[in-house]
C-alpha cells in the first residue's frame, strides 16, 4: 500500500538527549514537511523539503534539525536546544504542483520528555 | 504573507444538528482549497478539494462551498454524527503548488 509512515507511535526521551523520529513514503513524492502540534493548537511548521539534499526552516525550526538523504526519507531530530519538544509531530508529503496538490499525513509521533 | 483563519476555534453541537465551518484566506495566487479531517491523536485526512471554478462540492453529509472573489470557504456538516467529532483543518495550496497554508483548525465536538 502507498503511504507515508511514522515512527514510533509513541516515544519518551529524557531532558537533555537527542531523539530523531522517523518519516517514510513510497508515494514518489518530491515535498516533503514537518509539523509540530501542540494540545488544542494547529499545526505549525518545522522544516520542509522540496527536493532530496535540499531542506529549508519553518515557522518554528530552532530546536530540531532534519536531513533529505533519499527521496523516501525525511527524518526530524529533535535536539536537546529545544526547551518544550514535548508535542505531537506530524509528517506529510505532497503530491506535485498543480490543481489539485494534496498533503497525505502520517499517523503521527507523540513525544513526551519526561 | 499568505494567512488562513478558521472560525470558530471551537464548536459543540448535539447528535443530529448541522454546522457550518468557516475559512478565509488571504493565500495568492490561489491553486486550491482542501478541507481536511483529524481525528485525536491521528494524521489529517483530506475531505474535500475545492478548485478556482469551483463553487460546491459535497462527500456524503460534508458540503463544501468555495468564493473566490471573497476568498471564503464553508463547510456544512448535515445531520451531525458522533463520530464527526474531531477537528477541521483548512488548507490552502498557492498556485504553484510549492507552498502549503495550514487554518488553526475548527474542534468540533458532537454530544449525544
Known amino acids: 500500500d502507498g503511504g507515508i509512515t511514522q515512527s514510533p507511535k509513541y516515544l519518551f526521551r529524557k531532558e537533555g538527549q537527542n531523539v530523531t523520529l522517523s518519516c517514510e513514503q513510497n508515494?514518489?513524492?518530491?515535498?516533503m514537511y514537518w509539523y509540530r502540534q501542540d494540545p488544542g493548537q494547529g499545526l505549525r511548521l518545522i522544516y520542509y523539503s522540496q527536493i532530496v539534499n535540499d531542506f529549508q526552516k519553518g515557522d518554528i525550526a530552532e530546536g530540531y534539525s532534519v536531513s533529505r538523504e533519499k527521496k523516501e526519507s525525511f527524518p526530524l531530530t529533535v535536539t536537546s536546544a529545544q526547551k518544550n519538544p514535548t508535542a505531537f509531530y506530524l509528517c506529510?508529503?505532497?503530491?506535485?504542483?498543480?490543481?489539485?496538490?494534496?498533503?497525505?499525513f502520517g499517523q503521527g509521533t507523540r513525544l513526551t520528555v519526561v | 504573507k499568505n494567512q488562513v483563519e478558521q472560525s470558530p476555534q471551537s464548536l459543540i453541537i448535539l447528535e443530529g444538528k448541522n454546522c457550518t465551518l468557516q475559512c478565509n484566506y488571504t493565500v495568492s495566487p490561489f491553486s486550491n482549497l482542501r478541507w481536511y479531517k483529524q481525528d485525536t491523536g491521528r494524521g489529517p485526512v483530506s475531505l474535500t478539494i475545492m478548485t478556482f471554478s469551483e463553487n460546491t462540492k459535497s462527500n456524503g453529509r460534508y458540503t463544501a462551498t468555495l468564493d473566490a472573489d471573497t476568498k471564503q470557504s464553508s463547510l456544512h456538516i448535515t445531520a451531525s454524527q458522533l463520530s464527526d467529532s474531531a477537528s477541521y483543518i483548512c488548507?490552502?495550496?498557492?498556485?504553484?503548488?510549492?507552498?502549503?497554508?495550514f487554518g488553526g483548525g475548527t474542534r468540533l465536538m458532537v454530544k449525544p
Open positions: 506529510a508529503s505532497r503530491s506535485p504542483p498543480g490543481v489539485n496538490t494534496e498533503a497525505f
Open positions: 508515494l514518489n513524492h518530491d515535498a
Open positions: 488548507v490552502v495550496s498557492d498556485y504553484a503548488g510549492n507552498m502549503l497554508t
